[in-house]
Protein backbone atom coordinates (compact mmCIF):
# COMPACT_ATOMS: atom_id res chain seq x y z
CA UNK A 1 0.00 0.00 0.00
CA UNK A 2 1.51 3.50 -0.77
CA UNK A 3 1.17 6.78 0.76
CA UNK A 4 -1.26 8.13 -1.05
CA UNK A 5 -3.68 5.26 -0.62
CA UNK A 6 -2.94 5.46 3.06
CA UNK A 7 -4.11 9.21 2.68
CA UNK A 8 -7.34 8.00 1.91
CA UNK A 9 -7.77 5.02 4.49
CA UNK A 10 -8.96 5.82 8.41
CA UNK A 11 -6.11 6.02 10.81
CA UNK A 12 -5.56 4.43 13.99
CA UNK A 13 -2.98 5.41 16.64
CA UNK A 14 -1.94 3.53 19.88
CA UNK A 15 0.80 3.82 22.21
CA UNK A 16 2.22 0.54 24.04
CA UNK A 17 0.65 1.45 27.13
CA UNK A 18 -2.46 1.83 25.24
CA UNK A 19 -3.04 5.03 27.08
CA UNK A 20 -2.37 7.33 23.78
CA UNK A 21 -5.29 5.76 21.41
CA UNK A 22 -6.08 8.12 18.33
CA UNK A 23 -8.93 7.20 15.01
CA UNK A 24 -8.49 9.60 12.26
CA UNK A 25 -6.31 12.17 14.62
CA UNK A 26 -9.29 12.61 17.30
CA UNK A 27 -8.22 11.30 20.85
CA UNK A 28 -10.16 8.09 21.72
CA UNK A 29 -11.03 5.91 24.44
CA UNK A 30 -9.01 2.66 25.05
CA UNK A 31 -12.60 1.07 24.52
CA UNK A 32 -13.66 3.12 21.76
CA UNK A 33 -10.72 2.31 20.10
CA UNK A 34 -10.69 -1.49 20.17
CA UNK A 35 -14.40 -1.48 19.68
CA UNK A 36 -13.38 0.15 16.25
CA UNK A 37 -11.54 -2.35 15.53
CA UNK A 38 -13.99 -5.07 15.62
CA UNK A 39 -16.51 -2.25 13.47
CA UNK A 40 -13.59 -2.36 10.62
CA UNK A 41 -15.07 -4.81 8.42
CA UNK A 42 -18.14 -2.17 7.93
CA UNK A 43 -16.20 1.15 7.66
CA UNK A 44 -13.75 2.99 5.69
CA UNK A 45 -10.43 0.45 4.88
CA UNK A 46 -7.61 1.51 8.21
CA UNK A 47 -4.18 1.60 9.08
CA UNK A 48 -3.18 0.76 12.54
CA UNK A 49 -0.11 2.26 13.93
CA UNK A 50 2.04 1.54 16.97
CA UNK A 51 3.50 4.79 18.42
CA UNK A 52 5.26 6.22 21.33
CA UNK A 53 3.66 7.30 24.22
CA UNK A 54 3.03 10.93 23.83
CA UNK A 55 2.63 11.75 27.47
CA UNK A 56 6.12 10.75 28.22
CA UNK A 57 8.45 13.91 28.52
CA UNK A 58 11.13 12.47 25.80
CA UNK A 59 8.40 11.97 23.11
CA UNK A 60 6.63 15.44 23.89
CA UNK A 61 10.13 16.96 23.66
CA UNK A 62 10.96 15.46 20.37
CA UNK A 63 7.72 16.62 19.04
CA UNK A 64 8.35 20.00 20.26
CA UNK A 65 11.52 19.57 18.23
CA UNK A 66 10.44 18.29 14.98
CA UNK A 67 6.63 18.85 15.10
CA UNK A 68 6.37 15.36 14.50
CA UNK A 69 5.57 12.37 16.00
CA UNK A 70 6.46 8.78 14.13
CA UNK A 71 4.00 5.18 14.10
CA UNK A 72 4.93 1.61 12.94
CA UNK A 73 2.30 -1.14 11.43
CA UNK A 74 1.01 -2.43 14.61
CA UNK A 75 1.54 -5.99 14.36
CA UNK A 76 4.81 -5.95 12.04
CA UNK A 77 7.85 -8.44 12.93
CA UNK A 78 10.99 -6.80 12.65
CA UNK A 79 11.32 -8.81 9.71
CA UNK A 80 8.38 -7.22 7.94
CA UNK A 81 9.76 -3.67 9.35
CA UNK A 82 12.69 -4.05 6.79
CA UNK A 83 10.02 -3.78 3.94
CA UNK A 84 7.20 -1.66 5.58
CA UNK A 85 7.51 2.28 5.52
CA UNK A 86 7.11 3.95 8.84
CA UNK A 87 4.58 6.91 9.51
CA UNK A 88 5.05 10.43 10.07
CA UNK A 89 1.87 12.24 12.42
CA UNK A 90 1.59 15.84 12.76
CA UNK A 91 2.24 16.89 16.49
CA UNK A 92 -0.76 18.44 16.93
CA UNK A 93 -3.52 17.33 15.07
CA UNK A 94 -2.48 13.70 14.77
CA UNK A 95 -3.47 13.04 11.27
CA UNK A 96 -1.18 11.21 9.03
CA UNK A 97 1.36 13.14 7.32
CA UNK A 98 2.94 11.02 5.24
CA UNK A 99 5.64 8.19 5.14
CA UNK A 100 8.82 9.01 6.99
CA UNK A 101 12.02 10.44 4.85
CA UNK A 102 15.75 8.85 6.23
CA UNK A 103 16.47 12.59 7.55
CA UNK A 104 13.41 12.97 9.57
CA UNK A 105 13.50 9.32 10.45
CA UNK A 106 17.11 10.68 12.03
CA UNK A 107 15.87 13.06 13.88
CA UNK A 108 13.39 11.41 15.54
CA UNK A 109 15.23 8.22 15.73
CA UNK A 110 13.04 7.40 19.37
CA UNK A 111 10.35 4.52 19.46
CA UNK A 112 11.23 3.32 16.32
CA UNK A 113 12.67 0.10 14.82
CA UNK A 114 16.42 1.05 13.48
CA UNK A 115 16.21 0.40 9.98
CA UNK A 116 16.06 2.80 7.24
CA UNK A 117 12.39 3.86 5.78
CA UNK A 118 11.59 3.09 1.98
CA UNK A 119 10.20 6.74 1.53
CA UNK A 120 12.38 9.02 -0.24
CA UNK A 121 11.02 12.20 -0.43
CA UNK A 122 13.20 15.49 -0.06
Given at each position: ?11 R ?10 I ?16 QG ?38 DL?K ?12 F ?26
Amino acid sequence: MDEQHRRLQRSRQICKANCCCFIDGRPVSLVQYVLSRKGQGRELSSFEAEIPCLNLPETQARIEQTAVYMGIPVGKTSHDLEKSPIFIFHGKTHQFVRDATFKEYEQWGLGVPMHRPLATHG
